[in-house]
C-alpha cells in the first residue's frame, strides 16, 4: 500500500529507474517486447521482460515479467571460473610435459651422440691401432648407440607430432 500510485521507489536507485524507464519508453515506441538484464544495488540480478499490451491496435500498457537470478548467474560464473582454472592447470602440466621431454631428450641423446662419435675416432684408428676381436666390439656397441639414437629421435619426433607440431 505504501508504494502504489507513487512515482518513487525507493527500493530501487533513481539510476536504475531511469533504465527500466527508457526500457519502458522503448517497448512503447516499438510495440515490441524486450529483454535486458539490471544489476541492482545490492548485486542483486534481475532478468526483465517486458510486453507491451495492445487491445484493438491500441496500446493500453506494459507488463513486465522480472527474475531473479542471481543464483543462476553465481552458478554460471563459479562454472566458468572453474572451467577456467581447469583449463590453466592443464596448460600448465602440458607446459611440464614439454619440459620434460626436452629434457629428456637432451639428457639422453647428447651422451648418444658423444658415445658415437668417440666409438667412430677409436674404431678410426685416431687413438691407435684395435685388434679385430676389438674392432668387432666397437662396431657392435656402435651400432647399439646409433639404435638408441634411432629410438630417441623417433620419440622425440612422435611426441611433438602427438602435440600438433611437425618440424622439418
Known amino acids: 500500500d505504501s508504494i502504489i500510485g507513487r512515482k518513487y521507489n525507493p527500493y530501487i536507485s533513481s539510476s536504475i529507474m ?3 524507464h527508457d526500457a519502458d519508453k522503448e517497448v512503447m515506441q516499438s510495440g515490441s517486447s524486450i529483454n535486458y538484464v539490471l544489476t541492482l ?5 534481475l532478468n526483465v521482460t517486458t510486453f507491451p499490451v495492445v487491445y484493438k491496435n491500441i496500446f493500453s500498457g506494459l507488463i513486465s515479467i522480472i527474475k531473479d537470478i542471481t543464483q543462476e548467474e553465481a552458478i554460471k560464473e563459479n562454472f566458468v571460473n572453474k572451467y577456467f582454472e581447469h583449463i590453466d592447470a592443464e596448460r600448465k602440466l602440458q607446459s611440464q610435459r614439454e619440459t620434460f621431454v626436452a629434457s629428456l631428450g637432451h639428457d639422453l641423446k647428447n651422451p648418444t651422440i658423444a658415445q658415437i662419435r668417440g666409438l667412430e675416432l677409436i674404431l678410426k684408428g685416431d687413438f691407435g691401432e684395435i685388434n679385430q676381436e676389438q674392432r ?3 662396431e657392435m656397441v ?8 634411432g ?3 623417433t620419440l622425440l ?5 602427438t602435440n600438433g607440431v611437425i618440424e622439418l
Open 142 to 149: 656402435l651400432d647399439s648407440c646409433k639404435y638408441m639414437n
Open 151 to 153: 629410438m630417441l629421435a
Open 136 to 138: 668387432e666390439l666397437l
Open 157 to 161: 619426433v612422435t611426441y611433438r607430432n
Open 41 to 45: 544495488e545490492n548485486s542483486t540480478m
Open 18 to 20: 531511469k533504465l527500466i
